[in-house]
């Protein structure tokens, strides 16, 4: 749960990408505390997930809490997604004050049909860097060095504004 009373729960493909490069402890900092259901758990435990994210999803830190939603509803309109994903909307879903956390682009596109606010990993790495916890040209080089997917553009218009933000900062 943030600072603000809103309840934050992740997908894989944030966590995944925010431990491959280090920075998945901004997670803490931004929101205190994370629900992620048991599917995405497995998932990143799962065999073929990088070594260091399979490691961390072992002995998760204390912030993080795994909880179940409620699968009682069978929505075909999920079926779009996968386990992880379907399972992360679902939980989001049963709070009323929800912020989830997820990359993947059908998932999104379902979320926000729901009118769940979401965000992703560039959004959790955005929110870092406007408040001064890393460096985010940093943070996006090492995100390149992973399979992590999206156009160059986004990544430059995204360090534009960060670097439009930190010359308003210093004035």
């Not at 996968?82 to 879903?93: K, M, S, V, W, Y």
């Not at 997820?102 to 049909?113: L, T, Y």
């Amino acid at each position: 749960m943030s600072r603000d009373g809103t309840v934050v729960v992740a997908d894989t493909s944030p966590l995944n990408y925010l431990v491959l490069i280090g920075q998945v402890d901004v997670l803490h900092c931004l929101y205190q505390g994370i629900l992620v259901p048991g599917e995405v758990l497995a998932e990143l435990t799962a065999k073929g997930a990088p070594p260091q994210v399979c490691s961390w999803a072992q002995t998760p830190p204390q912030w993080l809490e795994i909880k179940s939603p409620d699968t009682s509803y069978a929505d075909p309109a999920l079926l779009r997604t996968g386990a992880g994903e379907r399972a992360a909307i679902l939980l989001a879903q049963q709070y009323g004050n929800a912020l989830l956390i997820i990359d993947d682009a059908a998932g999104r596109e379902e979320a926000n049909r729901r009118g769940i606010p979401n965000t992703g990993t560039l959004g959790v790495l955005r929110a870092a860097a406007s408040r001064d916890l890393l460096d985010l040209s940093l943070a996006i080089t090492a995100l390149e060095a992973t399979n992590f997917r999206v156009s160059r553009s986004v990544l430059q218009q995204l360090l534009a504004e960060d670097s439009q933000r930190a010359r308003r900062s210093e004035t």
